[in-house]
């Protein structure tokens, strides 16, 4: 389970309005100003826990809105974005507490959710309206980037190589549930595409988690691509 140190989700009850509000702001800018982790860090990788972080992020991304990949991700508007869709459905408590979870590490469970709804991974066919993009910044975009924007912007790139190069890979890897001996083996039989698609001086020391979450962005980005290029 993930440590917050910050008690980023629980509201004060019986305050005032004013009160309240302020605590919101409070929770949502120590949401957004806590540590960076693309790769993960922090995050547990024992099965068990995975696969209970892996329900209470589906829960959230089932109760919440879409257009979560049209900003880069963690980026303060990422941030913010996925602070506002984790603390509206109360719904998924029955799984975990606020207090367990960090809201951005859940991007991937959204995009997990999207590549599943909106794409036939069989066919590569879409089957619901797509989500709208970010753009891949210019060069000179790129490096205004912080750290870890770029360092998130790099495992998606890594992500939509490895989906341009096995999807029946990815499709695998996205019907295994998270946690389990079928993750694992789905994830080591994308060792192949894994390794080819490692840019020069790129160091995989990533939570599966976290990874499993790019792979599913990538893969969305991929058929989205695709289905631009065939018109």
């Known amino acids: 389970m993930i440590a917050v140190r910050q008690v980023l989700f629980s509201l004060v009850l019986g305050t005032s309005s004013l009160s309240a509000a302020q605590d919101y702001t409070a929770m949502e800018m120590g949401s957004i100003q806590l540590p960076a982790s693309p790769t993960g860090a922090g995050l547990p990788n024992d099965g068990p826990t995975l696969h209970k972080l892996a329900l209470f992020g589906r829960c959230i991304a089932e109760h919440s809105g879409r257009d979560i990949?049209?900003?880069?991700?963690?980026?303060?508007?990422?941030?913010?974005?996925?602070?506002?869709?984790?603390?509206?459905?109360?719904?998924?408590?029955?799984?975990?507490?606020?207090?367990?979870?960090?809201?951005?590490?859940?991007?991937?469970?959204?995009?997990?959710?999207?590549?599943?709804?909106?794409?036939?991974?069989?066919?590569?066919?879409?089957?619901?309206?797509?989500?709208?993009?970010?753009?891949?910044?210019?060069?000179?975009?790129?490096?205004?980037?912080?750290?870890?924007?770029?360092?998130?912007?790099?495992?998606?790139?890594?992500?939509?190589?490895?989906?341009?190069?096995?999807?029946?890979?990815?499709?695998?890897?996205?019907?295994?549930?998270?946690?389990?001996?079928?993750?694992?083996?789905?994830?080591?039989?994308?060792?192949?595409?894994?390794?080819?698609?490692?840019?020069?001086?790129?160091?995989l020391k990533i939570n599966r988690f976290k990874l499993r979450g790019y792979l599913a962005e990538g893969a969305y980005r991929q058929l989205a691509t695709a289905q631009v290029a065939s018109r």
């Not at 066919?123 to 980037?145: H, I, N, S």
């Not at 912080?146 to 790099?154: V, Y």
């Open 69 to 203: 990949l049209f900003r880069p991700p963690e980026s303060q508007l990422d941030r913010r974005n996925l602070f506002m869709n984790s603390v509206a459905p109360e719904i998924c408590e029955r799984i975990g507490s606020f207090q367990d979870y960090a809201p951005m590490f859940l991007r991937g469970s959204y995009a997990e959710r999207l590549l599943l709804n909106d794409f036939d991974l069989t066919t590569g066919k879409p089957r619901e309206r797509l989500e709208k993009l970010f753009p891949m910044p210019t060069d000179a975009q790129r490096a205004k980037m912080s750290e870890p924007e770029k360092a998130a912007l790099a495992f998606v790139e890594y992500g939509t190589c490895i989906a341009k190069m096995d999807m029946p890979g990815i499709a695998r890897l996205m019907a295994a549930e998270v946690g389990s001996d079928a993750e694992l083996q789905a994830f080591g039989a994308l060792g192949p595409a894994m390794g080819q698609c490692l840019a020069p001086g790129m160091t």
